[in-house]
């Protein structure tokens, strides 16, 4: 095909020989007929390769300046014309291959937002080339601010930053505990990517922090075990000493003794019981058992039973059931040992001359039991861990009591599917709230 458009351009050219030949013969016919040939030859390059060859040009500098919307121009004929089609065709290829590339990239990046986990890519030079949402939300700067800043910028922390040198230089995995602000623990780990390009080290964050606390609660539990365990033993131990070192011989002494001894074993096997009741209903071996019960009848009742302790500490107590409050489907000794146990704290902490007042009213059909007295009140750092485990606020650490009975009122509101709540303040009292949804 070349070679056919050479003996076409040479023809032309031969034409215009002639014609200036055919002129007159003369050196300026000659001349002007070569010209024409001339005219016509760059016309017809122009048309079949030089035109084509300018939009290829064009097309493939805006490709290299990142912008794959190129128009196919229309075919011509020849050689360009097959070059045009490859072109179109590769430039339709590379379009396909980076909406592809572009698609994974987004999926990448969808997947790894959705991570609980914070993750971030980082080049040799410890810059962030990608984080996605977890990191953002752990090192509390935006995605723009984090990526193309040192890690140091973000995560400042001295053994993450050797653990990212090493993976890099060494290409070793490391894993680092570090403490964030808020008492919030991230177990990181440091990979070397291979062949990932310009990521290096990948940067994996994972939140440790409920794991601390359980780990915090377990010593707490096992230490406070031990120490309401210890008390009475040794009391009782102290008591058989005695006695066994004469005091049996004296009557009135030795039945005081016994009554304390009989105390101490009333407080061990008072808190046996309460760590079975709690075991069993965190293993779920206690199902609840659920029936339409009054509520009035039952607040009345566990208020008959605290009247005497209520006379004894001289501490008022008040019985304020809304009218018409009818009955509710819930198991009714859990419920009744939840109140009980709340209305025991609330005497023991209210001074004499005070109240405490038994509640209960219902909210969109929800019904809502509350306990307020008058006593000491709780300090505020101590209210968000009232209910755990063995935990006694600073005011009780000497009274007695296993510190078991706040747990086992959560466990017994929860376990409707409902929510217990305190408010306290030092000196003006306390109120807990248990809320029982209705259905």
């Not at 458009?5 to 002129?23: K, S, T, W």
């Not at 102290?238 to 066994?244: G, M």
Request: negative net charge.
């Amino acid at each position: 095909m070349l070679g056919y458009r050479v003996l076409v351009l040479l023809g032309v050219c031969l034409a215009g020989v002639i014609i200036g030949v055919a002129a007159g013969g003369t050196v300026g016919a000659f001349f002007a007929g070569a010209g024409f040939a001339g005219f016509v030859a760059t016309v017809i390059a122009w048309i079949y390769l030089l035109r084509p060859m300018g939009v290829m040009a064009d097309a493939a500098d805006q490709m290299a300046h990142d912008d794959l919307n190129v128009d196919e121009w229309p075919r011509t004929p020849g050689p360009a014309g097959r070059l045009a089609d490859a072109f179109n065709s590769l430039a339709d290829r590379v379009q396909d291959q980076v909406a592809d590339t572009s698609q994974e990239r987004s999926r990448l990046a969808a997947a790894l937002n959705s991570s609980v986990d914070a993750v971030a890519a980082l080049d040799r030079d410890g810059r962030v080339l990608f984080a996605n949402l977890g990191f953002e939300r752990v090192v509390g700067h935006s995605q723009q601010d984090i990526v193309g800043e040192p890690l140091a910028y973000s995560l400042p922390d001295p053994h993450v930053l050797d653990a990212v040198r090493s993976s890099r230089d060494r290409g070793e995995r490391s894993v680092t505990l570090v403490e964030r602000p808020g008492h919030v623990y991230l177990q990181v780990v440091t990979s070397p990517i291979a062949g990932g390009g310009e990521w290096s080290v990948l940067l994996v964050c994972h939140d440790v922090s409920d794991v601390k606390r359980t780990e915090q609660i377990r010593r707490d539990f096992v230490a406070n075990v031990s120490h309401e365990l210890r008390t009475p033993l040794a009391a009782i131990k102290s008591v058989v000493e005695t006695l066994a070192e004469g005091a049996l011989s004296d009557e009135a002494v030795a039945l005081e003794f016994l009554r304390r001894a009989d105390q101490e074993v009333d407080r061990l096997v008072l808190l046996v019981e309460e760590l079975l009741e709690l075991s069993r209903i965190e293993s779920g071996e206690q199902p609840l058992v659920r029936q339409d019960t009054d509520v009035a009848t039952l607040l009345a009742e566990v208020s008959q039973r605290m009247r005497s302790q209520s006379e004894r500490t001289h501490v008022g107590l008040i019985l304020d059931v809304a009218p018409g409050i009818g009955s509710a489907s819930i198991d009714p000794s859990r419920i009744e040992r939840a109140v009980l146990n709340l209305v025991q704290n609330a005497l023991k902490f209210t001074p004499a001359g005070g109240t405490v007042t038994i509640a209960a009213r219902r909210e969109d059909g929800d019904l809502v039991i509350e306990v307020k007295d008058t006593g000491i009140g709780i300090e505020s750092r101590d209210v968000p861990r009232v209910f755990e485990r063995f935990y006694k606020v600073d005011q009780s650490r000497a009274s007695v009591g296993s510190g078991l009975g706040l747990a086992l009122v959560k466990h017994a509101v929860e376990a409707h599917g409902g929510k217990v709540a305190v408010q306290s303040q030092p000196g003006l009292g306390s109120t807990f709230t248990m809320l029982i949804p209705a259905s």
